[in-house]
């Protein structure tokens, strides 16, 4: 089993700074890609931001310039610092994993329980 649990979510004003971060933990052999994405209710989950077990990162285009993902491979940790919040930017946050438990197993893709981002004045 693989689990992925998030903290950093909270309420700020627009213009604030959050960071989330999630830590990947059980039967890990290795990870690929981890990666952020927020759902509003009624809508699509949608990326957020992705980085690759070399470091190689996506972002949506309006999260671009104002939030960044670092990753530590050493500790299956993955963070997203938000800066520049604005009231769109508000969802649930979800952390994914791409996991292989073993190296005769296939990847897996995992996700954690979510966090609430609320941007409001």
């Known amino acids: 089993q693989v689990q992925l649990v998030e903290s950093g979510g909270g309420s700020v004003q627009p213009g604030g700074s959050l960071r989330l971060s999630c830590a990947a933990s059980?039967?890990?052999?290795?990870?690929?890609?981890m990666g952020w994405w927020r759902q509003i209710p009624g809508n699509q989950r949608e990326l957020v931001a992705d980085?690759?077990?070399?470091?190689?990162?996506n972002y949506r285009d309006s999260v671009k310039e104002r939030f960044s993902i670092f990753r530590d491979n050493s500790k299956n940790t993955v963070d997203l610092q938000m800066n520049s919040l604005k009231p769109e930017d508000a969802s649930v946050y979800y952390c994914?994993?791409?996991?292989?438990?073993?190296?005769?197993?296939?990847?897996?893709?995992?996700w954690g329980q979510g966090t609430q981002v609320t941007v409001s004045s």
């Open positions: 994914s994993a791409r996991v292989r438990q073993a190296w005769n197993l296939p990847f897996s893709d995992y």
């Open positions: 059980g039967r890990i052999y290795s990870v690929d890609v």
């Open positions: 980085i690759s077990s070399a470091g190689r990162t």
